[in-house]
């Protein structure tokens, strides 16, 4: 089974901007992988911000943004607010298979 | 907006049967895939499968000998069942709707304990 990949945890600035990845021990992440993005706040179940790399819910703020970047898929936030301190998750697709990354911790400090 | 529920006992014993049934409301279960995932404490997330409405079902591999989802489409429900637990089973379990989750239920805590 394929090993995805997150950093562990990440420092931003409030109204700073950054770059959570997302890598594949297969190789080069790519639209085929299908990315999605999650948050989750303590206590709470996760929510979906990005699917199929870039897309949007209605309820993603415009802030977070996804892309594929360096041979992995790549969550962006710019001008991270308080209220985005949370665990982030991204989960690739193998064919059939789902694998979900160990999630990384971004604080907003 | 679809919502889901998950519903079913809290502990369950080491290498008995985990059974859980998540309620999809605000929509229908047809022609959709529905997910199964869980999230041991303090732990990341971990895929267990999916399920189209059809019946056709696709395990995680790891867990692919122990884990049975079915849809029961009259009663707008989908359901998970893994057996022989054992204390590493416990976790939070989470339904969604998606092969690849877009809405997710709250999610329940099993514990398996005697």
């Known amino acids: 089974q394929a090993v995805v990949t997150q950093e562990p945890s990440l420092t931003v600035s409030p109204g700073g901007t950054v770059t959570l990845t997302c890598g594949s021990s297969?190789?080069?992440?790519?639209?085929?992988?299908?990315p999605y993005w999650f948050q989750q706040k303590p206590g709470q179940a996760p929510t979906t911000l990005i699917y199929d790399t870039s897309s949007k819910h209605s309820w993603t703020p415009a802030r977070f943004s996804g892309s594929l970047l360096g041979g992995k898929a790549a969550l962006t936030l710019s001008g991270a607010q308080p209220e985005d301190e949370a665990e982030y998750y991204c989960?690739?697709?193998?064919?059939?298979?789902?694998?979900f990354g160990g999630g990384t911790k971004l604080t907003v400090l | 907006q679809v919502q889901l529920q998950e519903s079913g006992p809290g502990l369950v014993k080491p290498s008995e049967t985990l059974s859980l049934t998540c309620t999809v409301s605000?929509?229908?279960?047809?022609?959709?895939?529905w997910s199964w995932i869980r999230q041991s404490p303090g732990k990341g997330l971990e895929w267990i499968g999916y399920i189209y409405y059809s019946g056709s079902t696709n395990y995680n591999s790891s867990l692919k000998s122990r884990v049975t989802i079915s849809v029961d489409t009259s009663k707008n429900q989908f359901s998970l069942k893994l057996s022989s637990v054992t204390a590493a089973d416990t976790a939070v379990y989470y339904c969604?709707?998606?092969?690849?989750?877009?809405?997710w239920g709250q999610g329940t805590l099993v514990t398996v304990s005697s």
């Open positions: 297969t190789g080069v992440v790519t639209s085929g992988h299908y």
């Open positions: 605000g929509g229908s279960i047809s022609n959709y895939y």
């Open positions: 989960l690739l697709s193998y064919s059939d298979a789902r694998v």
């Open positions: 969604a709707k998606g092969a690849n989750p877009h809405y």
